[in-house]
C-alpha cells in the first residue's frame, strides 16, 4: 500500500471511530508501528488528524481543545489555585538542585515563592527569565523560536539545547490532563522541548490546578506516570491510580 492511500485509511478510520491507538492502526493496515507512527506525525502536521499519546484522535473528537489564552488571559484565570500550587513547589526546591522550569503562568508563579537558595536555573520562558535574574539566581534561558501567545522558546533546536542538560528537578506546565492522552499541549514544537525536558530530568513535576482534568490538547509530552502532578484538588480516583498527585492546601 502507498503512504497516501495508507494515509488516507486512516484518515478515514478516525472519521468513523474518532480515536485509535497505535496498536490498532498497525492491526488494521497490517502495517509496523514505526510506519504508522510517521503516518500520524505526518498526518498532524498537515492538519488532518491529532496526534495524542499512543494513537490519533479525528479533528471532530469533541474531547479535544486547541484554544489556547494568551498569557494576559491565563494570569487572571484559577489565580489562587496558582498561588497555592505555586508556593508548594518553591518549597520542594533545594539547594543542590539544578532545575528546569517550563513556561507557563503557574510555573512563574512559583518564582516568586523561591527564598534564597543556591540552586541554579534554566528556563524557556521569558518573562520566567526575566524574573528569576531579577531575584538574583543563576539563570540559563534556552534558545529557539518565540511563541507570541505564551512567549515561550519552543522548536527544535530549544529541544536540542535542552538535551544537553541533565536536571534534577523540572516544573511543567500543561494544558490538558487525561487518563487517556497523558499530559498535552496545543503545538507539537511546543510538546517537543515539554518531552525532551521531562527525559532529561530526574524529578519532573507538573503544576496545574484542576479544571484541566479531563481535557486533551492537540499533542502529548508526557505519560501520566512519568510525572507527578502538583494540583490544588483531588481529581478521580482514575488519575490516583496512574501518577503520582501533590495536593497544595491554605
Sequence with gaps: MLSEERRNEIVNYLEKHSTATVQELVDVLDSSAATIRRDLSALHEDNRIVKVFGGATSLSFKEINAFEPSVAEKAVMN???????????????????????????????LIDF????????????IAHAQRLIEKGLPTTIVGG?????????????CAEELSKFHFTKAFMGTNGISVKAGFSTPELEEALVKTTAVKHSLDTYVLSDSSKFDSISPVSFAKLEDCILITDKMPDKKYKDLTTIKIAKK
Excluded at 523560536?145 to 533546536?157: D, F, L, N, Q, Y
Design 114 to 125: 523561591i527564598g534564597s537558595t543556591k540552586a541554579s536555573f534554566v528556563t524557556n520562558g
Design 79 to 109: 489565580t489562587e489555585e496558582k498561588r497555592l500550587i505555586a508556593e508548594y513547589a518553591a518549597s520542594l526546591i533545594r539547594d543542590d538542585d539544578f532545575i528546569y522550569i517550563d513556561s507557563g503562568t503557574t510555573t512563574l508563579a
Design 145 to 157: 523560536i518565540i511563541k507570541p501567545v505564551t512567549e515561550a522558546v519552543i522548536g527544535a533546536h
